[in-house]
């Protein structure tokens, strides 16, 4: 498994785009699962780092959850306006796996609501997933040309350069 703080060390440059695009929207992604059709489905989400991993919570009850619990494979894209890329993009692979410690929960609920004053304490996760990563890409612009840097698990980081 390649949890968020692992992922940190072996693609920092990678890491570092999607967290500043990450923090930039105000920790809005889109989340891409699969339906039950086997269709893609495009999902707003605001996954959050916490104790060295990506959590991908959110409200329960929902369709990107059951296909989360369905088909575990995701793709999450950095929110982009900007049709120049001009601060970067960032999209992350891999599947998600439900953490059912509570103790977990509890302290994943306490630093939201520090964080955000957002208050779901003491309820019940339907699903609490943490993202298992398996890749990772972003695209810069530099100059002239396009700078993509693409991440696997154990192999690191290589740029591709377009002009």
Not at 15 to 30: D, K, V
Not at 33 to 46: K, Q
Not at 64 to 79: E, S
Request: aromatic content about 10%; charged content about 30%; hydrophobic content about 40%.
């Amino acid at each position: 498994m390649t949890p968020w703080s692992a992922f940190v060390e072996e693609a920092p440059r990678v890491a570092e785009i999607f967290t500043r695009r990450h923090r930039a929207t105000g920790n809005l992604c889109m989340l891409g699962t699969l339906r039950s059709d086997g269709f893609p489905r495009i999902s707003p989400i605001e996954p959050r780092v916490f104790e060295g991993m990506l959590v991908i919570a959110g409200m329960p009850g929902t369709t990107k959850f059951r296909d989360l619990a369905r088909d575990p494979r995701f793709c999450l894209h950095t929110a982009t306006v900007d049709p120049n890329v001009s601060d970067g993009d960032a999209k992350l692979f891999g599947t998600v796996v439900h953490l059912p410690d509570k103790e977990v929960h509890a302290r994943f609920a306490q630093k939201l609501f520090d964080d955000s004053g957002f208050d779901i304490r003491g309820q019940e996760f339907d699903h609490f997933y943490v993202a298992d990563l398996t890749g990772a890409s972003t695209v810069e612009v530099v100059d002239d040309h396009l700078d993509i840097t693409i991440w696997k698990p154990g192999e690191g980081e290589r740029v591709v350069r377009k002009h």
